[in-house]
């Protein structure tokens, strides 16, 4: 993938600088431009009498202008990126910036956590989970406080690998993005060990090597992009992340679960651990995702 438009969500609450300061290192690294929307409730379906429909449309009117300059005042100071202020109408935020992404041509949409998430730490509400079985492109999603002291730049890209094709897309697009953000690539994978019984020893200890041959044949795939292999093994997700560096402006990267519809981001079980885990940003990516023609319009598999 290549990023040329960023398209971050914007919620008048604390957690709204999280998303908009991971936005913003992006579309700045990426050399993109930013589009910053608000999704609002629409206007009433169901005609009602004239005066209460022109209040409702004057106080959403009003909501929208009030949010729109807060996050134009909060990147007031950014002057590197090109940043459009658009507001949509839909009953669902996250469906609202689907819907945003698809019409803008937008490449990644940027939100941050959900306000009752631990800090560092990314929690899922309706807006993500939406987003997540809904969005034609990735999702990108800040952690908790991000946006309080953000890194300077992307460091580094971390590919959660396994032995599908979805994660083999994961890995093509990933290369992609990191020769873009010019940033070092790691490939990881997880064992999850919960026994000590010797015969489950002897399996993890196979599981490891057939892993290790396996990244290192991906990571030789996909030179000159500097790319490192690491096998991370807990009781559980939380403590096979807990086992390796995650350095400042480092990103985690997914692929999407292979049960999810073509061409959606679709949360599996692992996923959804991961991202609750992952102490740095997370970026799902859907299924068979398209790439840009020359032309600028989307082409790919259907």
Known sequence: MKIEHVLAGFVPES?????????????????????????????????????????????????????????????????????????????????????????????????????????????????????????????????????TSPPPGLRQLTVAYRRDPAAGQAVRQAVTLATQLDVPLRLITLVVSGGRHSVVKEMLARVREQVAADLETVARGHRPVRAEVEVLEGRDVAAALAGVDWPAGAMLICASSQAGPLRRVFLGDVSLKIIRSAPCPVMMLPRNLQKKSKSGEKSGNT
């Open 15 to 147: 957690r709204c600088r999280d998303g908009l300061a991971l936005a913003v290192l992006l579309a700045r690294q990426a050399g993109a431009r930013l589009t910053v929307a608000y999704v609002h409730p629409p206007a009433w379906t169901t005609p009602g009498p004239g005066k209460i429909d022109a209040e409702w449309q004057a106080y959403i009117a009003e909501q929208t202008a009030q949010t729109l300059e807060q996050a134009r005042r909060l990147l007031a100071e950014v002057r590197d990126v090109p940043i459009d202020y658009v507001s949509h109408g839909n009953r669902g935020s996250g469906r609202g910036l689907a819907e945003l992404a698809a019409r803008t041509d937008a490449d990644v949409v940027v939100i941050g956590s959900a306000p009752r998430g631990g800090r560092s730490r990314i929690s899922l509400g309706s807006t993500a989970d939406q987003l997540l079985h809904g969005s034609p492109v990735p999702v990108a999603l800040a952690p908790r406080g991000y946006g």
